[in-house]
């Protein structure tokens, strides 16, 4: 099993031995991302939420697959940004805490400013 960290390392020395640094802008990156979050998103777009709990093993398969792309380039951004993602969601989730608490939200999906 590998860490962020050496993931972060096998993605970018896989981009540099093909000289894709070249077209891993931020920019690019991140336009990819959403392509690929599309992808995951037309794995479930006409079934209903008791069908998407329960998927063939084909197609969970193709949606961890879609899910590792969403999960290379997002890593690829914050290397290209120099954001360090463990961090940067330990503050999001303290922040969270802190709009979301327990006693308020507890079964209620609305968003923040909506309390």
Not at 32 to 60: M, P, T
Not at 87 to 92: I, M, W
């Amino acid at each position: 099993m590998q860490n962020l960290e050496e993931l972060r390392q096998r993605l970018a020395e896989f981009a540099e031995k093909r000289d894709w640094d070249q077209f891993h802008s931020p920019k690019n990156l991140s336009m990819a991302l959403i392509g690929e979050a599309a992808e995951v998103v037309e794995h479930f777009q006409w079934i209903n939420e008791d069908e998407s709990y329960q998927l063939s093993a084909e197609k969970q398969q193709a949606v961890s697959y879609e899910l590792a792309d969403v999960l290379i380039y997002l890593i690829r951004l914050a290397d290209k940004l120099d954001v360090d993602l463990i961090a940067a969601a330990e503050a999001k989730i303290q922040i969270n805490e802190t709009r979301y608490p327990v006693k308020r939200v507890k079964g209620d999906a609305r968003r923040a400013d909506e309390y």
